[in-house]
């Protein structure tokens, strides 16, 4: 049969359009948790740069991680990656790593798969405790479904390691303690690592309220929720970190030297408070004889120029525990 000529131009629009599309619309959309959490979006922000929305049953919600792929990766790849889990903070977003930080230059050609994933509201990756009802597990998110996920649809390996800011450094230390031998390497950047200290206890009950959330939502009252606050502190969990690779790091907050991008009302004398945290863990970790890497500088602010120095710092132990170095 012959084609008309129209025909044929049309044909031949239609082919170009599909050789020229994006590979976001067109995404394999694999991935999916033993919950039933699953990938339900996909958009290729560059060629290395993949943001995937999870549905996710933990969570209540559904969420977004942008990935960091190395050199070589496809989801049909016959061989898998490590991942490096990286965790915000407070009121913050999965771009932010991406964003305020050297991640993706430092990472560049190491054979690693890089996560930034949301971590709720106000980026404790934990599960909420709401009074009893629980509901927004972040941690079970985190924990559990995301890296089921990369493994069943991301060529992800179990070989895993995780860091984190402000109560997303915290969260990373939480999560490899009640997870012991899932991760090889955890890295803390002037994190939450001591809740229980009245110091950090008035920091975090602060940073939820200032997100516009109920303080006691997230582990209770500190006395009448004790044991509910003491699961979630990392000085009360530090023996299940022995051997567990670790990174602490926090400056002294006392100085107000100047920070290229300028420190925000209150930053110096947050990463203070934060110190006091940081400092009891270092030396509950000492009191224990778990070796542990420290970062722990003069002066400092709360802020992401500071934790984006301190994560090219920590990138050389956490990629020799990744077997990536």
């Not at 049969?1 to 590979?23: E, K, Q």
């Not at 430092?106 to 930034?116: F, H, N, S």
């Not at 567990?244 to 009302?265: E, I, N, Y």
């Amino acid at each position: 049969m012959r084609i008309r000529r129209p025909a044929v131009v049309a044909l031949a629009g239609l082919t170009v359009c599909l050789l020229a599309a994006p590979a976001s619309a067109a995404p394999h959309l694999a991935g999916t948790a033993a919950d039933g959490a699953h990938v339900i979006a996909e958009t290729r922000v560059s060629p290395r740069i993949l943001d995937i929305t999870i549905a996710s049953p933990a969570a209540h919600a559904k969420t977004t991680v942008r990935l960091l792929l190395p050199p070589g990766w496809s989801p049909k790849a016959s061989r898998t990656w490590p991942v490096l889990y990286l965790l915000h903070g407070c009121c913050d977003t999965y771009q932010t790593w991406d964003l305020r930080t050297n991640v993706a230059k430092e990472t560049r050609g190491a054979p690693v798969i890089v996560a930034l994933p949301d971590g709720g509201p106000v980026g404790f990756y934990t599960n909420w405790w709401n009074f009893g009802r629980g509901g927004e597990d972040w941690e079970t998110y985190t924990a559990t479904e995301l890296p089921q996920i990369l493994r069943s649809g991301f060529r992800a390996s179990p070989l895993a390691a995780i860091g984190g800011v402000s109560t997303g450094g915290g969260a990373a230390l939480d999560i490899a303690a009640h997870h012991p031998g899932a991760y090889r390497a955890a890295a803390s950047y002037s994190g939450m690592d001591c809740t229980m200290l009245p110091a950090a206890t008035a920091v975090i009950l602060a940073t939820v309220a200032r997100a516009g959330v109920y303080p006691y939502s997230l582990w209770g009252d500190p006395v009448q929720q004790r044991p509910v606050w003491l699961g979630h502190d990392p000085c009360a969990l530090a023996r299940s970190l022995r051997g567990t690779q670790l990174f602490v790091s926090v400056g002294s907050g006392l100085s107000t030297a100047d920070t290229p991008t300028g420190c925000p009302p209150g930053g110096h004398f947050l990463e203070s408070m934060v110190a006091r945290a940081v400092h009891a863990f270092a030396g509950k970790l000492t009191r224990l004889g778990i070796p542990y890497t420290k970062d722990f500088y003069p002066g400092g602010c709360h802020n992401w120029w500071w934790w984006a120095r301190a994560f090219d710092k920590s990138w050389p132990i956490l990629e020799s525990a990744l077997g990536a170095g």
